[in-house]
C-alpha cells in the first residue's frame, strides 16, 4: 500500500561525528566507530538497540576499508540487516533511503548508516586522493591520453560549458563561494574560518581554469553517523526527531558534462521530482537547500537541475545574495563542501538534519519546515535527493 | 566461438584510432549515429561504422595549471570537441596561435604520438 503523500517515510533520531581532520590519523573503521557510537548516543539508544548497520563506502578506495566485519568493533545484538553501500557521492543519501525502505518492510526498527573516509593519508595529499583519470569517454585509458586527471577535470569542462552557454562573467563562480564562505563564518564545524573577497577569490590559483582553489571541496578526514527509525517510533533523544518526508534517485542516461556538451539532460530533475511528489510538495515550498557541491560550479547547476532556478539564472540568483545568510533560499548552511568541509554526501545530509531538527544555533535559518538535500556523483550523473522536516505530517 | 574472439565496438573503435583514422559507429536498424559513450550498448553487429568527416565546433575548453603527472606539465589544455555528425569527444586543442573561444569550428588530425587532437579550422 502506498504511503500518503505528506506523511513522514522514516525518522532520523540520532546523528553524530568523528573528529574532523586536515591531517592524518586514525583509519577509517576507526573513525566510523566515533561516529557510529555518538549517533547511538545522541538517539538515546544503546547500541543493543541497534538492529539495522549500513556502511557507506568511499569510491576513493584502492581496496575495502570498511568491510561488513566492521560490526565487530561494536557491542552489538544480532542484526536483521548489514550491507555496503557504494554508489559514488550518492552514497549517504541511498544508504538513508534503504534504511527507511527496510524498516518500512518490517525487517529491523533502528538502522545506523555510516560514512567515513580518509582522502588525506601520509604518503598523499587530497589532491592526489582524487586524482585518477576521470571517466568522461566511456573508453578504456582515454582521458588518461590527453593528461585528463581528477574529478576537478570533469566538473572544469562542465563548468566551462555552463558559463560559454549562458555567457556568464569569469567571477560567476566566485559569487557563490563567497556565499558559502558567509555560512561558514557562523558554523562550528566550518574548517575555512576567514571572510572571503571577491579580490581574494580571484587572486587564488587556477586548479583547472576556470575553477579556482577557492571552487573546490576541503577534504577532510572524518566519518558521519546517522539513526534511521520507524516515523512513529517514539524518540529518545532530547532533540527533536528529524521526518523523511521524501526521497528519490534519478540516473539518467547524461552526465551534466555530456548533457551540457548534447543540450541533454542529466536524471536530477527525475531524482527532485520523485522526492517532492512523495512529499506533496514543489520547489516553492522548500526553506533550504544543503546541495553536494564538490565544486562551485556543481552548486549552480543544482540549483537549475534541481528546478530552483531557471536555466542560466542560478549565477544571479546567487549574486543577488539569495542563497546567503537573510537571502530568499538558503543553501548549504554550514559552508557545504567549499567552506565547511568534504565528506561526500554525509555533508550536505549532516546540514540538512541539524537545520530541520532547528539545532543550528547562530546559523539556523527560521523557517525550516521543508529541507531539501541533494547527494550526486561521477560528474553529476548520479543524483539522490530527500525531503527533510520538524513535522511527521505536512500540513 | 568464445567470449574472447568477440571484438567489442569499444576496441574496434581503439583499432580504427590506433591506424590514425577516426571513424564514427551508426545504429544498423536505425541508421542514427551512436555516441562514444554508448558505444558498450551495441554488438558489432549491430553497427555500421562510417569515416567521420573530421570537423566539429568547440564545446569545452579547460586549461590544467597544476601537475598531475610528470608526462603533463602544465599548462596544457583539455578540450571537448562536438564533431558535426554528432557524437563529442574529449581531446586537446593545438595550434593555438590566437584565441579560443566555445562554439569555434575546429578539424581533426593525429599528432606525432597517435593522439587524435583538433586544430582551429582557420590554422588548418
Known amino acids: 500500500m502506498a504511503r500518503k503523500s505528506g506523511t513522514a517515510a522514516s525518522a532520523i533520531t540520532g546523528w553524530g561525528t568523528s573528529a574532523l581532520s586536515r591531517k592524518p590519523g586514525a583509519s577509517i573503521p576507526q573513525l566510523a566507530r566515533d561516529a557510529v557510537l555518538a549517533a547511538i548516543a545522541d538517539a538515546g539508544l544503546d547500541s543493543g538497540d541497534i538492529d539495522g548497520l549500513i556502511l ?48 518500512n518492510a518490517g525487517m529491523v526498527k533502528n538502522v545506523v548508516c555510516v560514512f567515513s573516509d580518509t582522502p588525506i593519508r601520509q604518503s598523499t595529499g587530497a589532491g592526489e586522493a582524487f586524482a585518477r583519470p576521470i571517466n568522461i569517454m566511456n573508453l578504456p585509458g582515454w ?52 571572510e572571503l573577497t571577491m ?28 539513526v534511521v527509525t520507524a516515523a512513529d517510533q517514539p ?45 506533496g510538495l ?31 539564472e542560478a549565477a544571479g540568483f546567487v549574486k543577488a545574495g539569495q542563497t546567503s545568510p537573510g537571502g530568499e533560499l ?35 535559518v527560521e523557517r525550516h519546515d521543508n529541507v531539501f538535500v541533494s547527494n550526486s556523483g561521477g560528474c553529476l550523473e548520479y543524483h539522490a535527493t530527500a525531503i527533510l522536516s520538524p513535522h511527521r505530517v505536512l500540513q | ?42 554488438t558489432p553487429d549491430e553497427i555500421d561504422w562510417k569515416r567521420a568527416s573530421g570537423t566539429g565546433k568547440l564545446a569545452s575548453f579547460v586549461t590544467f595549471h597544476r601537475e598531475y603527472h610528470p608526462d603533463f606539465p602544465p599548462p596544457y589544455n583539455v578540450s571537448i570537441i562536438r564533431l558535426d555528425e554528432g557524437p563529442f569527444v574529449l581531446s586537446t586543442l593545438v595550434d593555438l596561435s590566437g584565441s579560443h573561444k566555445i562554439g569555434m569550428a575546429v578539424a581533426a588530425h593525429f599528432d606525432a604520438s597517435g593522439r587524435l587532437v583538433f586544430a582551429p579550422v582557420a590554422n588548418t
Open chain 1, 235 to 279: 524518540s529518545n533523544a532530547d532533540h527533536p526527531p528529524v521526518y523523511v518526508q521524501g526521497f528519490g534517485q534519478g540516473h539518467g542516461r547524461r552526465s551534466a558534462l555530456s548533457g551540457l556538451v548534447l543540450d541533454d539532460t542529466s536524471g536530477a530533475q527525475y531524482a527532485t521530482d520523485m522526492a517532492l511528489g512523495m512529499a
Open chain 1, 199 to 226: 579580490e581574494a577569490y580571484l587572486a587564488s590559483k587556477f586548479i583547472v581554469d576556470p575553477l579556482r582553489l577557492f571552487d573546490c571541496a576541503l577534504p577532510v578526514n572524518g566519518a558521519v553517523a546517522f
Open chain 1, 330 to 364: 538558503p543553501v548549504n548552511t554550514s559552508g557545504g563542501q567549499l567552506s565547511g568541509f568534504y565528506l561526500q554526501g554525509a555533508t550536505p545530509l549532516l546540514e540538512a538534519v541539524i537545520q530541520a531538527s532547528g539545532t543550528a544555533g547562530e546559523r539556523q
Open chain 1, 143 to 194: 582521458e588518461r591520453g590527453y593528461g585528463s586527471f581528477g574529478a576537478v577535470a570533469g566538473y572544469a569542462l562542465a563548468a566551462a560549458a555552463f558559463k560559454a552557454k549562458y555567457n556568464l562573467d569569469d567571477d560567476c563562480f566566485g559569487h557563490y563561494a563567497i556565499a558559502c564562505r558567509k555560512w561558514a563564518l557562523l558554523a562550528p564545524s566550518a574548517f575555512m574560518k576567514k
Open chain 1, 56 to 103: 557507506g563506502q568511499s569510491d576513493n578506495l584502492a581496496e575495502q576499508e570498511l568491510t561488513i566485519a566492521f560490526r565487530h568493533s561494536l557491542n552489538l545484538n544480532t542484526l536483521g540487516l548489514l550491507v555496503i553501500d557504494q554508489a559514488k557521492g550518492t552514497t549517504m543519501l541511498q544508504a538513508i533511503q534503504h534504511a527507511t525502505m527496510a524498516i
Open chain 2, 1 to 42: 566461438m568464445s567470449a574472447t574472439d568477440i571484438k567489442t565496438t569499444k576496441a574496434q573503435f581503439a583499432d580504427f584510432i590506433a591506424k590514425g583514422q577516426l571513424w564514427l559507429p551508426y545504429e544498423k536498424q536505425s541508421g542514427a549515429v551512436v555516441q562514444l559513450t554508448d558505444l558498450e550498448i551495441f
Open chain 1, 282 to 312: 514543489a520547489q516553492g515550498d522548500i526553506d533550504i537547500c544543503q546541495l553536494y557541491d564538490a565544486f562551485s560550479f556543481s552548486g549552480l547547476m543544482a540549483l537549475e537541475e534541481f528546478g530552483f532556478c531557471q536555466p542560466g
